[in-house]
């Protein structure tokens, strides 16, 4: 029964099959052969939009919003200029501030795919610009995005907490220093890269020059409420003042605030096409959500958590060759689903094994996280370096290849996060 289900299952993903589609048809494979399974067409109904209705969970309409706004409203150019003011005459400082800008954004989108796009549309062309080569700036941007669903606040992160029981403040607080730890490595490949290869100096410093020539001032003024969004956000979040959906909340109206009437990036007449945005964005995300916790239900009846604690359990007492085959399990997975349907799909079937071996599923969390997010750049699925093809009109391929390098830094990383959780625990 259970290899029927996954055989289904994956037979569906190879044919590019939705992945919510997939998840409701894998859970009512055990009915069509049995005729008395719980998970019935009955169940599938009434279930599919009760999943949903859990308050946590109002945050991720609200942060897609968010993100959608600040898009619109370029922040993400604001950031970035800031940021270019102080850094752009070192080696490498142009790319440089992508990541840090990318750390920033994710800190306001929560998605890998936003970030990628925000910041790409506006960063993308300015570095070609500069004589970078297309596709390393197209391979940073995709990359460095994927810090957008590890930094604060974070969609899969919140998804992870309904699944798994794990406080969404202390998932928001423990990607923190991982977020940051990710994007150093980045810059120092980035620095090596350019160093490497040579920068042109000339125009660089003809770009940082007229920024400079506004003087610091100027720069703060017009990146100020652009910067200050991040810190109201996770502020109150951290402070407790507010919880994560208030805080979702808060953002959406300080988008609305600060696109229409500070910087004026955003009509009236734009919030119709906004809304209908988020709303494409999010109805997969809802989908997704109640068909994952449908198809939960099934491989719990079927006894599919034990099934995996008991073929794990020959090297429970290894516990790094574990964690590696955990870490490769979440990389393939990541390498073919989407990440928020990856982290509902998963977290029921590894939970046991974690709880098993003694890892703190805050810590696993990151981990999964931070797996999946490297899936953001690897084909087939590959979100990122879908949006930053379609901003380049490069080849998906010639941009993966050039992510190589600053994908293996990512994995770096993903190996300190793993085997210290000091990197992912320090803080809450």
């Known amino acids: 029964m259970i290899a029927a289900v996954f055989v289904v299952f994956f037979v569906a993903i190879l044919l590019c099959v939705p992945v ?20 019935n067409p009955e169940y599938l109904i009434r279930n599919l939009a009760q999943a949903f209705n859990n308050i946590s969970l109002i945050a991720i309409p609200l942060f897609i919003l968010s993100g959608v706004l600040m898009a619109r409203g370029q922040i993400s150019k604001k950031i970035y200029d800031f940021f270019s003011y102080f850094i752009g005459k070192l080696p490498g400082g142009m790319p440089s501030a992508v990541v840090v800008t990318c750390l920033f954004y994710g800190a306001i989108s929560g998605s890998g795919p936003a970030t990628t796009a925000a910041v790409g549309s506006m960063t993308i062309p300015m570095l070609i610009s500069l004589q970078y080569e297309p596709a390393f700036a197209a391979a940073l941007v995709a990359v460095a995005g ?60 003809a770009l940082v020059d007229s920024l400079r020539a506004k003087g610091f001032l100027y720069i703060f003024k017009e990146s100020f409420f652009a910067l200050l969004s991040p810190i109201i ?49 999010l109805s997969p995300c809802i989908v997704i959500t109640g068909a994952a916790a449908i198809f939960a239900k099934a491989i719990t009846l079927l006894r599919v958590p034990q099934a995996v604690v008991s073929l794990l359990g020959g090297i429970v007492d290894n516990k790094i060759a574990l964690l590696l085959l955990l870490n490769l399990v979440l990389l393939v997975t990541g390498c073919l689903i989407d990440t928020g349907a990856a982290v509902l799909i998963m977290t029921p079937i590894l939970l046991p094994v974690v709880k098993l071996i003694d890892i703190n599923i805050v810590h696993f969390g990151i981990m999964m996280v931070v797996n999946l997010a490297i899936g ?44 210290i959780p000091a990197i992912s625990l320090l803080l809450i």
């Open 376 to 419: 953001f750049v690897t084909p087939p699925v590959g979100m990122n370096l879908f949006v930053a093809a379609s901003l380049t009109q490069l080849k998906v391929m010639r941009i993966a290849k050039k992510a190589v390098p600053l994908l293996l830094m990512f994995f770096i990383a993903l190996m300190l996060i793993t085997f």
């Open 233 to 281: 956000i996770l502020g109150g979040i951290y402070s407790g003042w507010v919880t994560p959906t208030e805080a979702a909340c808060i953002s959406v109206v300080y988008a609305l605030i600060v696109s229409m009437f500070v910087y004026k990036t955003v009509s009236l007449k734009e919030l119709p096409a906004i809304l209908v945005e988020s709303i494409r964005t």
């Open 146 to 205: 994927g810090l957008g669903v590890i930094i604060p606040p974070s969609i899969p992160f919140i998804m992870y907490s309904d699944s798994s029981g794990a406080s969404i403040g202390n998932m928001f607080t423990a990607g923190i220093l991982p977020g940051i730890l990710i994007g150093i490595l980045l810059i120092g490949y980035t620095i090596f890269y350019c160093v490497k290869h040579g920068e042109d100096k000339e125009k660089i410093y």
């Open 20 to 39: 919510g589609v997939v998840l409701l048809i894998s859970a009512m494979v055990p009915y069509t052969l049995t005729g008395n399974f719980a998970v």
